[in-house]
């Protein structure tokens, strides 16, 4: 089901929404202080082509450690960017949901939305690997 769900995502707006990530990673990743924030981008571009089946889950989740002064890059794009594309993603899930058919895009969006908040120390993990992930750590 999340095939065809991600085929759908993709035809109707995914791809160029995963374009745009990307596009807004390249920019942060001119610059050397930058390059964290565009790495983040780059993931949540890969979460925004594929949603369905997928998670985008904080790095120590997983068992990776987070690096050090993601705190002060998050609090960077929380003020300058995470604010706007959280609400637009918001607005947009709410819109979808407004009909049967749009519920799980809607829902996609929401996931999006929370992502866009805050990317940094995220990572793009299958649903499975997650529920096994989350076994292991209890």
Request: glycine share 10%; net charge positive.
């Given at each position: 089901?999340?095939?065809l769900?991600?085929l759908?995502?993709i035809l109707?707006?995914?791809?160029?929404?995963a374009v745009?990530w990307a596009?807004?990673?390249c920019?942060?990743?001119l610059?050397v202080?930058g390059?964290?924030?565009?790495?983040?981008c780059?993931?949540?571009?890969?979460f925004?082509?594929?949603?369905?089946?997928?998670e985008?889950?904080?790095?120590?989740e997983v068992?990776?450690?987070?690096?050090f002064g993601?705190a002060?890059?998050?609090?960077?794009?929380i003020?300058?960017?995470?604010i706007?594309?959280?609400?637009?993603c918001?607005?947009?899930?709410?819109l979808?949901?407004?009909?049967?058919?749009?519920i799980?895009?809607?829902l996609?969006y929401f996931?999006?939305?929370?992502?866009?908040?805050?990317p940094?120390?995220?990572?793009?993990v299958s649903?499975?690997?997650l529920?096994?992930a989350r076994?292991?750590?209890?």
């Amino acid at each position: 089901m999340s095939c065809l769900g991600n085929l759908l995502w993709i035809l109707f707006g995914g791809l160029e929404l995963a374009v745009i990530w990307a596009a807004v990673g390249c920019l942060w990743c001119l610059t050397v202080v930058g390059i964290p924030i565009g790495i983040a981008c780059f993931r949540v571009a890969e979460f925004a082509l594929l949603p369905f089946g997928r998670e985008l889950v904080d790095a120590e989740e997983v068992g990776e450690r987070r690096i050090f002064g993601t705190a002060l890059f998050s609090l960077v794009w929380i003020l300058l960017f995470g604010i706007w594309i959280t609400t637009a993603c918001a607005v947009m899930g709410a819109l979808m949901c407004v009909t049967v058919i749009g519920i799980p895009f809607g829902l996609a969006y929401f996931r999006l939305a929370k992502a866009a908040f805050n990317p940094l120390g995220k990572r793009v993990v299958s649903g499975d690997a997650l529920k096994l992930a989350r076994k292991l750590r209890i």
